[in-house]
Nanobody
Framework: QVQLVESGGGLVQPGGSLRLSCVAS????????MGWYRQGPGKERELVAT???????NYGDSVKGRFTISRDNAENTVYLQLNSLKPEDTAVYYC?????????????WGQGTLVTVSS
C-alpha cells in the first residue's frame, strides 16, 4: 500500500523560506509522477507544482519563480522549496503520487502539512 508522509510546514514571516518534504513508501518511487497541491482557508485545492518520472516540472502561475520542486529517487522523497513567501501562500500543502504503472492507475494523497505565512 502506497503511503505519503509530508513534513516541513510551520509558521514563517512574509519573505521567508521553507522546505517541504514528502517521503513515499510502498511503490516504485522513480516511476511515479509526484506533485504538491495546496488548499487555503475557504479555497479549493489548487496545483502548486508537479514533477514527472522524467524530471519535467510544471508550476502553478501564482508560485512560478518562487517555489521549486525536486525529487531524490534514492531517498523516495519529493521536495518543495518555498521562497519569498506571501501571506496568500498560507495553506495546507498536500503531496500527491500518480502511479501510472498499476491497473488501474492510482492517485495517492498525503495527510498534508500546514504552512502559515504571517508577521
Amino acid at each position: 500500500q502506497v503511503q505519503l508522509v509530508e513534513s516541513g510546514g510551520g509558521l514563517v514571516q512574509p519573505g521567508g523560506s521553507l522546505r517541504l518534504s514528502c517521503v513515499a513508501s510502498g511503490s516504485i518511487f522513480r516511476l511515479n509522477d509526484m506533485g504538491w497541491y495546496r488548499q487555503g482557508p475557504g479555497k479549493e485545492r489548487e496545483l502548486v507544482a508537479t514533477i514527472t518520472s522524467g524530471d519535467r516540472t510544471n508550476y502553478g502561475d501564482s508560485v512560478k519563480g518562487r517555489f521549486t520542486i525536486s525529487r531524490d529517487n534514492a531517498e523516495n522523497t519529493v521536495y518543495l522549496q518555498l521562497n519569498s513567501l506571501k501571506p496568500e501562500d498560507t495553506a495546507v500543502y498536500y503531496c500527491n503520487a500518480f502511479i501510472a504503472y498499476t491497473i488501474p492507475p492510482a492517485s495517492v494523497w498525503g495527510q498534508g502539512t500546514l504552512v502559515t505565512v504571517s508577521s
